[in-house]
């Protein structure tokens, strides 16, 4: 079942559904509701948000208790519940990607198409300086950034538009996306490496960058969570 199949159509009535659940004891209230919140999470194909859970649960309900109470159960399972791109969703975990590759010749989020090395320099810039337009960008590398380069990422839905730029002629600025978050599997922009720190520690710089001197966790599709000074662009 997908996320797709689960929604309601147009002109259909909305599901009605007992939340609250008061006629159970609380130990299997709190079963029934740890049992809808990860069926939610199973059968969705993104990231599910807190709002979308508190459909199917009391309206006092923690979920942030629930989550972890699921986290627990799958201590010992092959895949986890991740926060992911501001929601939930289950992933295999990573010491199980060479199996799956072995099995599907892709382990789990790899079906994007790899990035070449200025693709990803220039989603690196983007993720750290946004909202940043195509022009800021050329005039960081030196060199024009092309709008075909620019197509790929948006393509693959790591950026999109951001507000126009207060420059003269009012050019679009471009922002990294939900899916970015998901594919790099960060919850927030906050979880980014502090741009700032790594300087100081000698470990990045923009002369770095333009010498394609990319962090591993970027260039592999695996975040490195350091800190959460960066602050979260997204709406």
Request: net charge negative; proline share 6%; aromatic share 6%.
């Amino acid at each position: 079942m997908t996320e797709a199949s689960a929604r309601h159509k147009p002109n259909e009535q909305p599901v009605l559904l007992d939340t609250e659940l008061d006629h159970l004891p609380p130990e299997l209230r709190w079963r029934e509701w740890m049992g809808r919140v990860e069926a939610v999470i199973f059968a969705a194909s993104e990231p599910v948000t807190r709002s979308v859970l508190a459909r199917v649960v009391g309206k006092n309900c923690n979920i942030e208790l629930i989550i972890d109470d699921i986290r627990a159960e799958l201590a010992g399972r092959p895949y986890e519940l991740v926060a992911v791109a501001g929601g939930w969703q289950h992933r295999t975990k990573k010491i199980f990607a060479d199996a799956i590759r072995a099995a599907f010749g892709t382990a789990a989020g790899e079906g994007a198409k790899e990035l070449s090395q200025s693709e990803a320099l220039v989603l690196m810039c983007i993720a750290y300086f946004q909202p940043i337009t195509r022009g800021e960008l050329s005039s960081f590398f030196g060199k024009e950034v092309s709008r075909d380069l620019i197509g790929v990422l948006r393509a693959q839905e790591l950026i999109a538009s951001g507000p126009r730029s207060p420059q003269p002629g009012a050019p679009y600025t471009y922002v990294t996306t939900k899916n970015f978050l998901s594919q790099f599997g960060l919850d927030t922009l906050r979880q980014l490496p502090d741009f700032e720190a790594l300087e100081d520690a000698g470990l990045l710089s923009k002369e770095k960058l333009l010498a394609g001197d990319i962090p591993t966790g970027l260039a592999s599709g695996q975040a490195e969570p350091e800190s959460d000074v960066v602050e979260d662009q997204m709406s």
